[in-house]
């Protein structure tokens, strides 16, 4: 059975049929209310909602879903992994996956407003993968054993930090504290006919800005996990934001930022939409 796993004011809950399940109340405490927990345990969590008949008992409100992974060791980016996107900023594709970090602290949810700390803040869609099971040298075929699911998440990049000197600051343009909503939940591999092959688009102020499929990857996600813990332990609760393609503002002619006020729509097929508005920081 497909698993849509949220973080509702830090409760893990199941979407079910419209509503949530409370996990920690419906397991009898077996899971505790950490979404975390659920991630150290995925397979004996995937295995306790597959064979329990769950009946929603509240309904959904997505504004009260926060970062549906709060709190990951680590967070793994992609860059320059679409081949659209490689040609729009004049560059060769990578002949191996250039890897960079968010910093956690950037997580925000899927409802989340985005602080505006530049006038060049940039859009990018992405696909980001959830680790779930711990794994060092996994190989490629048996690569997608180790995810839990995939969220939708925006790597929001302050161009103006990242590029302020040689050689750019990738990690801390892009970790801003907002710059990482995820979401709206964690939605099990089972849920797709080809989880490699997958819609993914990104709307500003009602604009389509992308509009791409994941088959466009230079490195599919299978490569990303082998590649990534052939260097790194994996741990439940990872993500990695695979890379955005074609579309983002600052390779476009003229180039288009992000303003106060916009709101950004960023959608993956058969996994969700986040809807995010950008404002001025609160301080």
């Not at 929001?156 to 504290?177: A, H, T, V, W, Y």
Request: overall charge negative; aromatic content about 8%.
């Amino acid at each position: 059975m497909p698993i849509r796993v949220a973080n509702r004011h830090g409760r893990a809950v199941l979407l079910v049929d419209g509503g949530i399940v409370d996990v920690d109340q419906a397991s009898g405490g077996a899971f505790g209310p950490d979404p975390m927990l659920v991630l150290a345990h995925w397979d004996a969590f995937c295995n306790w909602a597959a064979g329990t008949s769950l009946q929603a008992t509240e309904g959904l409100d997505e504004a009260e879903l926060a970062a549906c992974v709060p709190r990951p060791g680590s967070v793994f980016a992609i860059g320059l992994n679409y081949r659209a996107h490689a040609e729009e900023a004049g560059l060769a594709p990578p002949n191996r996956p250039m890897v960079f970090t968010k910093f956690p602290s950037c997580l925000a949810g899927p409802r989340s407003d985005i602080y505006l700390f530049s006038d060049r803040v940039d859009w990018e869609v992405e696909l980001v993968v959830v680790i779930g099971r711990p794994g060092v040298r996994v190989a490629e075929d048996v690569a997608l054993d180790y995810v839990a699911g995939y969220c939708v998440g925006q790597d929001i990049s302050d161009r103006r930090l990242q590029f302020n000197d040689k050689p750019p600051q990738f990690s801390l343009g892009k970790s801003r504290e907002t710059f990482g909503p995820i979401g709206p939940a964690i939605v099990s591999l089972d849920s797709f006919a080809d989880p490699n092959d997958l819609q993914i688009t990104c709307e500003v102020a009602g604009e389509r800005m992308q509009d791409s499929r994941t088959t466009d990857m230079i490195f599919a996600v299978p490569e990303l996990v082998s590649y990534l813990s052939g260097v790194c332990q994996l741990q439940p609760g990872d993500l990695i934001f695979t890379g955005t393609p074609r579309g983002v503002g600052a390779v476009r002619e003229p180039r288009r930022y992000l303003q106060v006020g916009e709101t950004i729509v960023s959608t993956i097929e058969g996994v969700g939409s986040l809807v995010n508005r950008c404002v001025i920081p609160p301080y």
